[in-house]
């Protein structure tokens, strides 16, 4: 089926170590974007890119790097995880257009023990 | 910046009640605008959208909004709940008259609990 894919599903680091979340859509979407998912938050951006070779930070980018080497991926890399990463994540795609419908991966849940 | 706020954090309703989460943005321009939902566990799925037209919009399972401009809101309602209901719902605005690209910016959510 055609949708955002989001790997890992469930994943426990310890503080300090390094991990890649996977993100990859197979609908051509320019647009794509990590939000963190947190209790009384809502989801926050933290990093979105418009198209291949274009990232720009969100709300929360600190501690999160990403990259758009193709249109289809989009990894999150956590460098140093920290107890305060601890979240869920979504990923996100969407046609920058007049429909403005979103895409979301089925998350990511992070714990930074 | 743009904000959204959803003043109600946490509902608690019996099945049958009528339902009604306010949502609110702080942005003057031309906006679409969104409800999502969030089953325990699941990711987020789509209840409804606006982008033009007729204020209110119906979505999914009996859901509906309405978009009052002048008010800044769109707020969600379903005339009869039931316990599947239970969920997190999120209001969220994209701004579509920036140059720029345009952000989705969600609210904090609101716990909806349906007593059965």
């Known amino acids: 089926n055609a949708g955002v894919t989001q790997t890992p599903k469930f994943q426990v680091l310890k503080t300090g170590q390094s991990m890649t979340l996977q993100c990859a859509q197979d609908?051509?979407?320019?647009?794509m974007s990590w939000y963190r998912q947190d209790p009384g938050m809502g989801l926050r951006l933290i990093h979105y890119?418009?198209?291949?070779?274009?990232?720009d930070q969100g709300e929360v980018p600190n501690g999160y790097n990403v990259s758009r080497s193709t249109t289809e991926d989009f990894p999150l890399r956590l460098l140093s995880a920290a107890p305060s990463q601890t979240s869920v994540y979504f990923c996100?795609?969407?046609?920058?257009?007049?429909?403005?419908?979103?895409?979301f991966g089925e998350g990511s849940w992070l714990t930074v023990v | 910046a743009q904000s959204v706020s959803q003043h109600n954090h946490h509902v608690i309703l019996s099945e049958a009640a009528s339902l009604e989460l306010g949502c609110n943005y702080s942005?003057?321009?031309?906006?679409?605008l969104f409800w999502y939902v969030q089953y325990p566990g699941q990711h987020l799925q789509l209840l409804l959208k606006?982008?033009?037209?007729?204020?209110l919009v119906k979505g999914i399972k009996g859901f509906e909004a309405e978009f009052i401009k002048s008010k800044f809101s769109f707020n969600l309602r379903k005339p009869s709940v039931q316990w599947s209901d239970t969920a997190e719902y999120f209001c969220?605005?994209?701004?579509?008259?920036?140059?720029?690209?345009?952000?989705?910016?969600f609210g904090s959510g609101t716990q909806l609990t349906v007593l059965p």
């Open positions: 942005y003057g321009g031309t906006v679409n």
């Open positions: 969220a605005v994209i701004i579509t008259s920036s140059g720029s690209a345009r952000q989705l910016t």
């Open positions: 609908m051509n979407h320019e647009y």
């Open positions: 890119s418009v198209g291949a070779g274009i990232t």
């Open positions: 606006y982008f033009s037209g007729d204020p």
């Open positions: 996100a795609s969407r046609i920058e257009g007049a429909t403005n419908t979103i895409y």
